[in-house]
């Protein structure tokens, strides 16, 4: 059974920094992982998607990469903004059924100003 | 383009009722996920539909099924509500040509009194 790990569980940082949020994954059979922002209350917004194949992907300050050999993913984020508060998911799609994700806990990061 | 739409948005009920949640696709999108998520499990999947057949399952009892329409468009029903039901029920669509990206609509929060 696949299970997803996330660390840290909170993050808090100041305006400015660059970060990394970690994900790792027990069953390195996958399809896909994809990365995944969550504001209070809310629903997910898809961040990142990375293929079994690649090894990393990026849109704007956002940078994901993947070693699925060793179960392991990193989310960079460059120059963080307040407005980059909110909770990170990862989630992983195993072959065979690709729409089934598997999340990990999350990763709540907060920029200070 | 639309994004994933879910109806209702809240929704409170008491135990031993049953609710039906509503999820409309991105216009295309075949593929419809559902997904619960408590602050003590965290997400996990329900269940998937494919061009109105449930393609896989999640590790939930009976009591939680679902169906799509020919449009694509999905429902969940729970019957004989409990209070661990309540949650935020996430429904998610994807397009097969974008490498099963998945994209989350804002989730309805149920609450069982």
């Known amino acids: 059974k696949q299970e997803v790990t996330q660390i840290p569980a909170a993050l808090s940082v100041p305006e400015g920094e660059n970060l990394v949020l970690n994900c790792s994954f027990t069953?390195?059979?996958?399809?896909?992982l994809q990365w995944f922002r969550q504001d209070p209350g809310k629903g997910l917004t898809s961040l990142l998607l990375?293929?079994?194949?690649?090894r990393e992907q990026t849109s704007g300050r956002l940078n994901a990469s993947l070693d699925k050999s060793s179960g392991r993913s990193t989310l960079y984020i460059a120059a963080s903004q307040p407005g980059d508060s909110a909770t990170y998911l990862c989630?992983?799609?195993?072959?065979?059924?690709?729409?089934?994700?598997?999340f990990g806990s999350g990763t709540q990061l907060t920029v200070l100003p | 383009k639309a994004g994933v739409t879910q109806t209702p948005r809240y929704l409170i009920k008491t135990r031993g009722q049953q609710v039906t949640l509503s999820c409309s696709p991105i216009?295309?999108?075949?593929?419809v996920s559902w997904y619960q998520q408590t602050p003590g499990q965290g997400l996990q999947f329900l269940f998937e539909?494919?061009?109105?057949?449930?393609?896989n399952k999640g590790n939930f009892p009976g009591r939680f099924s679902g169906r799509q329409f020919s449009n694509s468009r999905s429902e969940m029903n729970v019957s004989t509500l409990e209070l661990g039901d309540s949650a935020l029920y996430l429904c998610?669509?994807?397009?097969?040509?974008?490498?099963?990206?998945?994209?989350f609509g804002p989730g309805t929060r149920l609450t069982v009194t």
């Open positions: 069953d390195s059979a996958i399809y896909n």
């Open positions: 539909y494919f061009s109105e057949t449930q393609r």
């Open positions: 989630a992983v799609a195993p072959s065979g059924s690709a729409r089934q994700l598997t």
């Open positions: 216009s295309g999108h075949r593929s």
């Open positions: 990375i293929q079994s194949s690649q």
């Open positions: 998610a669509s994807s397009l097969e040509s974008q490498g099963l990206e998945q994209y």
